[in-house]
């Protein structure tokens, strides 16, 4: 038997979204980075609350309507949680056996004085796929990056706008990066579909990037070039790991695995368990130091198992490589495991009482087609990032509230998650108050508004995306059989 609930009115259906972008901003003010470690993940359980009462003694639902659907909602997301806590374990196991440090060792000696730019973007690039991380990439790299650009007689905006173009073009494309796992899982696409469906928007994006940043360069001298930095980095990476080109075969294996069609999850665990073997054939120098004593098989096992939910811990005197190097482990994923339940909960209570589809509803009424309907998504992606100042949610909000909307349009999911990315993942950084912002602003101590005009790849990539939506180009649509 069914029956009929009370349509809302969009006043009531923005009030827990108000609550939510005021809970959030406070948030950032009282907090600064630490918001998303917790009090993210409150507010998005109070403004479910607020949510909540609203649907119980406005619209009259019934409680256990609104929990099943928060339960329905997050089991949805537990394939993304899953692969989630496998990356973390794959990212510590890969640091250990030596494939991130092989990655940056070669990636960062790339540099070249007379390219300094361009280079800078792509060792950004390298080690952000390595890691999957844009802030561990500017945390560490960025800052001796920005150091020997100072010292050439860089503008630090445009060195500062380099390293994030770099840095969040990994981010976005990385499958270790946890916004490239929480957009298809919004979206309801697979991992490795969403990838290789974001190089049509990113790859002539960072193209447009290198070929702007190589002309900027060509304006400046290199002559009092200083490599100390890099040459500090490099030689620590080669005096505490086994650095090889051996160590690349571990990503061949996943990538090979994958274009296998072997799912993510189990390729990606995969990946994470030769690691542990590989490191114990070859970083047997490594075990000792880390170990305080003569290497052991049971010694390395225990190591190994520790790095795989604890993460790499790592002590060279290098702040820059213990800063990069020490991360990892099934433990650093669960604030995004946190957020992402939390979010799944508000968005459930906000799908069962009908309030995010009369938001859908009201910005919709808007679109004329495909082209506007993308436009649409990464314009309120961007608004998120704007008002909510918060990566991740620019990613779940609109995921949930366009979902259907791409369905009803006969379009794939990979065209909703990759508009997520192009339009919540990298505009973020580009927000004083955004936490991403704040972060590159803080530790590459550059205003955001100083590096805004050099962060090309951020800035090119939503219009890039828009353009190619507009003209029609490789937009999947969904197969006559689809669900």
């Keep these: ?28 003010k009282l907090f600064s980075d630490s918001a998303a470690l917790g009090p993210n993940q409150i507010a998005l359980m109070l403004a479910a609350a607020v949510a909540t009462v609203l649907g119980l003694f406005v619209l009259k639902l019934p409680y256990k309507a609104i929990e099943g659907q928060i339960i329905t909602s997050i089991s949805l997301s537990m394939q993304a949680v899953l692969i989630l806590l496998v990356v973390g ?91 490239t796992n929480l957009a298809p899982a919004m979206a309801g696409t697979d991992l490795f579909t969403h990838v290789k469906y974001m190089m049509i928007t990113t790859i002539p994006t960072i193209l447009i990037a290198l070929v702007c940043f190589g002309i900027l360069g060509m304006n400046y001298s290199a002559s009092n070039y200083d490599s100390s930095a890099v040459n500090e980095i490099v030689a620590t990476l080669g005096s505490t790991f086994w650095i090889s080109p051996w160590a690349l075969l571990l990503p061949a294996l996943v990538i090979f695995l994958v274009a296998k069609r072997m799912p993510a999850l189990p390729a990606l665990f995969i990946g994470a368990v030769v690691a542990i073997i590989f490191a114990m054939l070859t970083q047997q120098e490594l075990f000792t130091k880390l170990l305080g004593e003569p290497f052991t098989l049971t010694g390395a096992w225990k190591k190994s198992i520790e790095v795989a939910h604890s993460g790499m811990k790592l002590e060279t005197g290098v702040k820059a490589i213990d800063s990069l190097l020490s991360r990892g482990g099934m433990a650093s994923m669960l604030n995004t495991v946190w957020l992402i339940l939390m979010a799944m909960v508000f968005g459930g209570v906000m799908e069962m009482t009908g309030m995010l589809a009369r938001i ?49 349009a006969g379009l794939a999911p990979e065209n909703l998650s990759r508009s997520l990315e192009d339009g919540g993942t990298i505009t973020s950084v580009l927000i004083p108050w955004n936490t991403c912002g704040a972060y590159f602003s803080g ?41």
């Design 1 to 28: 038997m069914t029956t009929s609930t009370p349509r809302p009115g969009l006043l009531i259906s923005l009030i827990p979204l108000i609550v939510l972008v005021i809970l959030l901003i406070l948030n950032v």
């Design 89 to 179: 374990m794959l990212i510590g196991t890969w640091i250990l056996a030596g494939v991130v440090p092989t990655m940056i060792y070669y990636g960062i000696q790339i540099m070249n004085p007379s390219w300094f730019l361009p280079v800078t973007v792509i060792t950004c690039c390298l080690i952000s796929v390595a890691t999957g991380s844009s802030w561990s990439t500017g945390g560490t790299v960025g800052i001796a990056l920005m150091g020997i650009g100072k010292a050439i007689g860089m503008p630090e905006g445009m060195v500062a706008g380099a390293i994030i173009s770099g840095a969040y073009f990994g981010d976005k494309m990385s499958p270790l990066s946890d916004t």
């Design 360 to 408: 859908a509803e009201s910005i919709l009424s808007l679109v004329k087609g495909t082209g506007s309907l993308i436009t649409a998504t990464i314009a309120s992606c961007f608004f998120i990032n704007l008002s909510a100042a918060d990566q991740y949610l620019s990613i779940v909000v609109p995921g949930r509230m366009f979902r259907e909307a791409y369905q009803k």
């Design 443 to 483: 530790i590459l101590g550059v205003a955001t508004v100083t590096y805004l005009p050099y962060a090309l790849f951020n800035l090119i990539g939503p219009f890039v995306a828009i353009l190619i939506a507009i003209t029609g180009f490789k937009i999947r649509r969904l197969s006559p059989t689809s669900a």
